[in-house]
């Protein structure tokens, strides 16, 4: 298990256990000293293509394809950032907003995701980037009335493209199964 699994699953235990913001009671995380500029990365615009399994966690492979684009802007002097993302799939338009925070405390960020076409805003993946650049994230919800783990994975991270994979587990985070997978190639110069 990777470190960050390991470190993913231990905050998500904290939250369960003392039903309190994770960060407020977890040791400071082993990401560099630079986590607070993780994310200065993904400021721009970027075209996006996604892949989303229609059905997690049923054993179904079936998938739809989705093109669009993401926008995202430093706040707070980098400290927190806001993405947009408007996509077109084969259902119809899909529309999320993502807000991100970074906690100096724990020196970790909380990612949480807005749906437009329910307008709630989720709980927080938490976690940050390793010194190789990659990005690890974690939290526990409610799908379908069971909680389950969930993961975001930033990884092939250069100035002008990177990837983003969503995956869940029903079982504890011994397996993940993947349910969007992102790609990103930067706009412009």
């Known amino acids: 298990m990777s470190p960050h699994l390991r470190h993913g699953l231990a905050v998500l ?5 003392l039903s309190r913001p994770a960060a ?3 040791p400071a995380a ?3 000293p630079a986590a607070q500029s993780a994310f200065d990365f993904e400021v721009g615009t970027w075209d996006t293509k996604l892949r989303r399994r229609l059905e997690p966690l049923t054993g ?7 093109t669009g684009l ?16 408007e996509l077109t799939c084969p259902s119809g338009r899909l529309q999320g907003l993502s807000l ?10 909380h990612i949480r995701w807005a749906n437009a076409a329910d307008a709630q805003l989720g709980p927080p993946m938490i976690g940050g980037f390793d010194s190789a650049g990659r990005g690890e994230f974690y939290n526990q ?3 379908r009335g069971k909680a389950i783990f969930v993961r975001f994975i930033f990884s092939e991270v250069t100035a002008r493209s990177f990837r983003l994979e969503q995956a869940f587990s029903e079982d504890g ?8 997978i992102a790609t990103f190639v930067k706009r412009g110069p």
């Open 100 to 109: 991100r925070l970074f906690d100096p405390a724990s020196q970790q960020w």
């Open 141 to 143: 919800e409610l799908f």
């Open 173 to 180: 985070g011994k397996s993940w199964e993947a349910n969007w």
């Open 60 to 66: 179904s492979d079936r998938w739809v394809e989705c």
């Open 70 to 85: 993401s926008t995202v802007r430093r706040v707070w002097d980098g400290r927190a950032n806001l993405g947009e993302l």
């Open 24 to 26: 407020a009671q977890s």
């Open 30 to 32: 082993p990401f560099p």
């Open 13 to 17: 235990a904290c939250t369960i256990v």
